[in-house]
C-alpha cells in the first residue's frame, strides 16, 4: 500500500469524480484508476461503485475513508516533524548557565531563537560552572553559558559571546565610595570575599593573576559560589571584591562599583558545546546565537564609539 494511492483515494471519496480528481491531482485518469485498483486489490474490497453517471463510495469504502484520512494526517505530521528535526528546529535543548548571564544574555536568546523555532522544548536551569563542564562532557546538557576561562578542555568548543570590564566593589560607607577610579594597591591589607575555587577554577585563578600582577596577597574572609552572593558580602561588610560591572548594575545591595586603574583582563563569558556530533538543533541554535549575539555586541560597541 502506498501513500499516493492512499491519497488519490481520499481525493476521489471528496470529489466523487475520477475526471476532476485526476486534473487535481495532476495524473492522467488512467494511472489514477490502476492507484484505486491496486489499492482494493490490497485492501481485499471494492472501495467505489462506479458507473457512467456517477461515482459513490461503498460501505467498506466509506469506513476505509475515515481511519486512512486519520492514519494519512498522523503520517504527515510525522513526515513534517521528521524534517523539522533534521533542520535543527524541533527537539529538546537543555540549556545550562551561571547566575549573572540568567538575566539578560540567556532570556534574549532563548526568546529570540523561539520566535522562528517554537517547536523547540528549552530545558533552562542555573549551573555553577565546574558543573556546566562535568554535564556538557557527559552528554547531559546541551549548551553552556559559562564563566571564563574553563581552561584548555579539548572534549568542549568554547566561544566568547559576552565581554566587560571588573571593577573593585566596596560598601557605600566605604572610604573609596566616592571614587571612581582607584589603584589596586590602594586595597593592599583590605578583607576580601572571593569566589570558591572548586566551582569555577579558570575564573578563581584569574582573579588571584589580577591580585598578584598588583602585587597584592589579599586577606579573605570569606568564600562564595555566585558572584551575586559575593555582592551581599561586601554590602554586609565582609570584604570588598572584584565582579564584572553587570553584576553590580543588576544588584540591588548598598555598595559601589570603581574603575580599577590597572591594566587587567576582562571578564568574559564564553558558550560552550562538547564537540563532535551534535543533534541538529543543538547546531542550529549555535548559529543563531553566535549571529545574535555578534550583533548585539556590535551594536552595544558601536553606541560607546
Known amino acids: 500500500m502506498e501513500l499516493r494511492q492512499i491519497r488519490s483515494f481520499l481525493s476521489i471519496a471528496e470529489t466523487l469524480h475520477f475526471g476532476r480528481t485526476a486534473e487535481l491531482i495532476h495524473l492522467s485518469q488512467p494511472a489514477l484508476s490502476l492507484h484505486i485498483r491496486a489499492l482494493e486489490e490490497e485492501v481485499g474490497v471494492r472501495l467505489f ?8 463510495l461503498t460501505a467498506a469504502g466509506s469506513a476505509f475513508r475515515d481511519d ?13 516533524r521528521a524534517r523539522l528535526a533534521a533542520s535543527g528546529k524541533l527537539g529538546p535543548l537543555r ?15 532563548v526568546r529570540q531563537f523561539r520566535k522562528s523555532n517554537p ?4 530545558s ?11 554535564m556538557l562532557e557527559s552528554g547531559s546538557l546541551d549548551v553552556g553559558f559559562l564563566r571564563m ?7 568542549l568548543d568554547v566561544v566568547t559571546v559576552h565581554r566587560e570590564p571588573f571593577v573593585l566593589v566596596v560598601p557605600s560607607s566605604h572610604k573609596l565610595a566616592k571614587r571612581k577610579r582607584v589603584r589596586l594597591r590602594e586595597v593592599a591589607g583590605e578583607n576580601f570575599v572571593m569566589y570558591e575555587r572548586t566551582y569555577a577554577p579558570g575564573f578563581h585563578d584569574l582573579m588571584y593573576g589580577i591580585f598578584r600582577d598588583a602585587r597584592i596577597a589579599p586577606n579573605v574572609s570569606q568564600t562564595a559560589v555566585e558572584i551575586p552572593m559575593l555582592i551581599s558580602l561586601v554590602a554586609s561588610g565582609m570584604g570588598i571584591t572584584i565582579a ?8 540591588a545591595a548598598s555598595v559601589v562599583a570603581c574603575n580599577i586603574v590597572d591594566r587587567i583582563p576582562m ?5 560552550a558545546f562538547r564537540k563532535g556530533t551534535r543533534a541538529p538543533v543543538v547546531d542550529n541554535f549555535r548559529s543563531f546565537a553566535l549571529e545574535k549575539l555578534g550583533r548585539a555586541r556590535n551594536s552595544l560597541s558601536a553606541d560607546r564609539g
Do not use: C, W
Not at 267 to 271: A, L
Open 49 to 56: 461503485e462506479r458507473n457512467r453517471r456517477k461515482t459513490t
Open 149 to 155: 576561562p574553563v581552561g584548555e578542555d579539548s572534549a
Open 68 to 80: 486512512a484520512a486519520a492514519a494519512l494526517s498522523q503520517l504527515e505530521q510525522a513526515i513534517r
Open 95 to 109: 540549556i545550562g548557565f551561571v547566575s549573572t548571564v540568567g538575566s539578560e544574555i540567556v532570556p534574549y536568546i
Open 119 to 122: 517547536e523547540v522544548e528549552f
Open 244 to 251: 564584572p560591572l553587570s553584576v553590580v548594575k543588576h544588584s
Open 267 to 271: 571578564s568574559e563569558i564564553g558558550m
Open 124 to 134: 533552562l536551569r542555573n549551573i555553577l560552572t565546574a558543573e556546566q563542564v562535568q
